[in-house]
């Protein structure tokens, strides 16, 4: 589904990322882990096409989207929900969602309507201005808006960073969901080792800039990869 | 009290021509950020629509008509020309793009020059214009409530176009966090191309609306853009009703100021208020409330 092969990233003159093979097989949750400061977002953002790639290759289906701009992913079926909670502020919750069911003609509706199946709670505040819905409320709104899209794979950048615990089961409940019934394939940057692991078929461990570890996802794995984040 | 009411109509006459020639730049500087400073031209390319379609057609209410659209669409490519060309390399980049559009603003003035001579022109207002309407005793110019109805339509379609329709979604969202809304399928590009090709049109239509008021000239739109400016930062940054309760204040103050004084003294006055004003508030009249910035 997604690859990324011998892929560097950097700020300015500053190198980030540093040759990094990554796949996301199609149907699978792959999650991605390390410190603060690893590279995991920058990577992420290279993959959706954020920030461009200084060398090597990111692979969509096969097909070489290297030089694609984000948005001509996102039509291909790549969906990014990235860290912070993010949404459009001044829009209500609604046009939140609107905006991306806008492109999609009939499709975008009846999308819009799967996803609040997902996260139910928004549907009481569809007319509220997301600037001033709750963080959690707000990450359920950023991963609504991404499921919009239809997306094939989902690029989650900590998704339950900064959230109060009773929405990160709801959050944490819905990618598990997702990735088992939607065919939806996952690529997951989580500071939440047990639940990244337990959700994930195949994990990487980044650790300045590079992939240092690697392996069968699961619960069962997660004093190995402790070990190998010297956590 | 006629003294009174013949203030109040010159105010909101004065707030009107203010709001149609910031509408645009509300859109272009306070949505998009990009200074522009040829947008004035833009407004003077509009009003010689209006002189040229004149000459065409002849009839004075005919002419007028058309030249509100085709004027829309004259300022609206010179806008997107520009976008094209220059601004879309220059995003991030504000004073480069000030002083390339300054540049721009003098070789679109001097190509009317060329085109249309130096010295000013005139454009006939149609016979349902000439005159004016008693109100109260008084007379209202109709030439000068054509301009403030105008101003209110253009306002009130902008607004919905903003709310109601995808691309007025599009254009929110993109100028709220341009990154966010590429990763949620937008072309920004393009939206960005359409925001400068509306914003710029409706300073077309300001520019039909000022050959209404007096002659025009190469220089026309020099005399409003910093005005236009004014009124976009007063109003605040990025919000279309900070833009008119700004336009119509300053109009209104700007009024009351030349009444009790001389026009260069009034025009003194404003910028004092307007100075104190953004020392207290510096976000402007209307500014944005979230829980986060985001």
């Given at each position: 589904m997604l690859q990324l092969r011998d892929v560097h990233v950097g700020y300015g003159r500053t190198a980030v990322v540093h040759g990094v093979d990554l796949e996301v097989p199609t149907g699978s949750v792959v999650a991605v882990m390390g410190h603060n400061g690893a590279g995991k977002t920058t990577l992420l953002r290279a993959a959706v096409g954020l920030l461009p790639v200084r060398a090597g290759t990111?692979?969509?289906?096969?097909?070489?989207?290297?030089?694609?701009?984000?948005?001509?992913?996102?039509?291909?079926?790549?969906?990014?929900?990235?860290?912070?909670?993010?949404?459009?502020?001044?829009?209500?919750?609604?046009?939140?969602?609107?905006?991306?069911?806008?492109?999609?003609?009939?499709?975008?509706?009846?999308?819009?309507?799967?996803?609040?199946?997902?996260?139910?709670?928004?549907?009481?505040?569809?007319?509220?201005?997301?600037?001033?819905?709750?963080?959690?409320?707000?990450?359920?709104?950023?991963?609504?808006?991404?499921l919009v899209t239809g997306p094939r794979l989902i690029v989650l950048d900590e998704p339950t960073e900064g959230i109060q615990p009773s929405v990160v089961a709801e959050i944490e409940d819905a990618i598990v969901q997702l990735a088992a019934t939607g065919g939806l394939s996952v690529l997951l940057v989580e500071q939440h080792v047990g639940f990244a692991l337990a959700a994930s078929s195949r994990y990487s461990v980044l650790e300045s800039g590079r992939v240092t570890a690697t392996g069968a996802g699961g619960a069962e794995r997660e004093a190995d990869v402790r070990a190998a984040m010297a956590l | 009290m006629d003294a009174l009411f013949s203030q109040l109509f010159a105010g909101l006459s004065l707030g009107s021509v203010l709001l149609l020639a910031a509408l645009g730049l509300a859109l272009t500087f306070g949505q998009m950020g990009v200074i522009n400073m040829a947008h004035g031209e833009f407004m003077?390319?509009?009003?010689?629509?209006?002189?040229?379609?004149?000459?065409?057609?002849?009839?004075?209410?005919?002419?007028?008509?058309?030249?509100?659209?085709?004027?829309?669409?004259?300022?609206?490519?010179?806008?997107?020309?520009?976008?094209?060309?220059?601004?879309?390399?220059?995003?991030?980049?504000?004073?480069?793009?000030?002083?390339?559009?300054?540049?721009?603003?003098?070789?679109?003035?001097?190509?009317?020059?060329?085109?249309?001579?130096?010295?000013?022109?005139?454009?006939?207002?149609?016979?349902?214009?000439?005159?004016?309407?008693?109100?109260?005793?008084?007379?209202?110019?109709?030439?000068?409530?054509?301009?403030?109805?105008?101003?209110?339509?253009?306002?009130?379609?902008?607004?919905?176009?903003?709310?109601?329709?995808?691309?007025?979604?599009?254009?929110?969202?993109?100028?709220?966090?341009?990154?966010?809304?590429?990763?949620?399928?937008?072309?920004?590009?393009?939206?960005?191309?359409?925001?400068?090709?509306?914003?710029?049109?409706?300073?077309?239509?300001?520019?039909?609306?000022?050959?209404?008021?007096?002659s025009i000239g190469p220089t026309l739109g020099t005399s409003y853009v910093v005005d236009a400016f004014l009124v976009v930062v007063v109003g605040g940054i990025g919000q279309l009703k900070g833009a008119v309760v700004a336009a119509f204040s300053l109009g209104l103050l700007q009024a009351t100021f030349e009444y009790s004084t001389t026009a260069s003294l009034a025009k003194v006055l404003l910028f004092v208020v307007i100075v104190a004003f953004l020392q207290v508030r510096p976000q402007g009249l209307v500014s944005v409330r979230t829980r986060s910035l985001a």
């Open positions: 990111v692979l969509l289906d096969g097909h070489d989207v290297t030089r694609w701009r984000p948005h001509r992913r996102v039509r291909a079926g790549l969906a990014y929900v990235p860290q912070g909670q993010q949404s459009f502020g001044q829009l209500t919750a609604r046009e939140n969602l609107q905006l991306v069911a806008d492109v999609q003609g009939a499709a975008g509706a009846r999308r819009v309507d799967d996803a609040l199946d997902l996260f139910p709670a928004l549907r009481g505040l569809l007319g509220r201005r997301a600037g001033l819905l709750s963080g959690g409320q707000r990450q359920q709104l950023a991963i609504a808006r991404a | 003077m390319a509009g009003a010689y629509t209006a002189f040229v379609l004149q000459a065409l057609i002849g009839d004075a209410g005919v002419s007028l008509l058309v030249a509100l659209p085709l004027g829309f669409l004259v300022g609206g490519l010179l806008g997107l020309l520009l976008e094209v060309t220059l601004i879309s390399r220059m995003y991030r980049r504000p004073l480069d793009t000030l002083l390339v559009t300054f540049g721009v603003a003098l070789v679109l003035q001097q190509l009317a020059r060329d085109v249309f001579g130096a010295p000013n022109v005139d454009v006939r207002a149609p016979a349902w214009l000439q005159g004016a309407v008693p109100v109260l005793g008084m007379n209202l110019p109709r030439t000068r409530l054509f301009i403030l109805a105008l101003a209110v339509t253009c306002v009130v379609v902008l607004a919905l176009v903003l709310k109601l329709t995808p691309l007025g979604r599009r254009i929110r969202a993109t100028v709220q966090n341009r990154d966010l809304a590429e990763a949620s399928g937008v072309s920004t590009r393009a939206t960005d191309r359409l925001t400068f090709f509306v914003g710029s049109g409706v300073a077309g239509v300001a520019g039909v609306a000022l050959t209404l008021l007096g």
